[in-house]
């Protein structure tokens, strides 16, 4: 089955922690993977995308395809990173823009 | 002005009611669709669109329709709305003129809160 599994549904930390937003994917094919972000008052908006390689907003995110993972990375939690932030297959072929989403994970960034 | 804009932002229905939201796009994208938002289950596709000719369902199409009137404009239809269609209603749209990659950037409208009672 084609899935996406973000197994924390709210992650709290403070400001200049590390962070760390998990995604696991199930896909047979390959995969693009990407995390969207939601924050308050604002649409969902494309933050970054594995095949881009780039840092966003401080934010990095690897994929292991080994592990089946995208996990977002940022080495200091500003209070502004506090949103919801969605994981995302992208899949290929005939289903391209048809994302399949994960559950999402809250970040609450404390001062 | 906003890309992707979505009517009513907020709508209260009753059971058994008739309910179209619409989606209006100033991108040029040629495709559109429509997510369900529901806390703990993230975003699930209802319908999508290729292009005006070519609608699919998604994983969750029962109980909605939609129309693809114009490039620009998609709209989503409960014929005979039920409590659990009570959820935040997104529309998006990407463009793939420039591939696959393309095709998978979603540009998202601001979303209708639609409660059924």
């Known amino acids: 089955a084609q899935r996406v599994t973000q197994p924390e549904k709210l992650l709290s930390v403070f400001k200049g922690a590390p962070v760390e937003l998990k995604c696991n994917y199930s896909?047979?094919?390959?995969?693009?993977l990407f995390w969207y972000v939601q924050y308050s008052r604002q649409r969902l908006q494309l933050l970054l995308r594995?095949?881009s390689r780039e840092s966003i907003k401080g934010f990095t995110a690897d994929l292991n395809k080994g592990e089946t993972s995208f996990h977002l990375k940022k080495p200091f939690a500003q209070e502004e990173d506090s949103a919801m932030y969605y994981c995302?297959?992208?899949?290929?072929?005939?289903?391209?823009?048809?994302?399949?989403f994960g559950q999402g994970t809250t970040l609450q960034v404390k001062p | 002005d906003a890309d992707v804009t979505q009517t009513p932002r907020n709508r209260i229905t009753k059971t058994g009611k008739r309910i179209m939201l619409e989606c209006s796009q100033t991108?040029?994208?040629?495709?559109m669709y429509w997510y369900r938002q529901d806390p703990g289950l993230g975003l699930r596709l209802i319908y999508y669109?290729?292009?005006?000719?070519?609608?699919n369902k998604g994983e969750i199409s029962d109980g909605y329709s939609v129309s693809r009137q114009a490039q620009a404009k998609f709209s989503l239809s409960l014929e005979s709305a039920i409590p659990n269609q009570t959820a935040l209603y997104f529309c998006?749209?990407?463009?793939?003129?420039?591939?696959?990659?393309?095709?998978?950037?979603?540009?998202f409208g601001a979303g209708s809160r639609l409660t059924v009672l």
């Open positions: 998006a749209t990407s463009d793939s003129s420039t591939g696959s990659l393309g095709a998978n950037v979603l540009t």
């Open positions: 896909y047979s094919g390959s995969p693009e």
């Open positions: 594995h095949i």
């Open positions: 995302a297959l992208g899949r290929g072929s005939g289903n391209t823009g048809k994302l399949i």
């Open positions: 991108k040029g994208h040629d495709r």
């Open positions: 669109s290729f292009d005006v000719k070519d609608i």
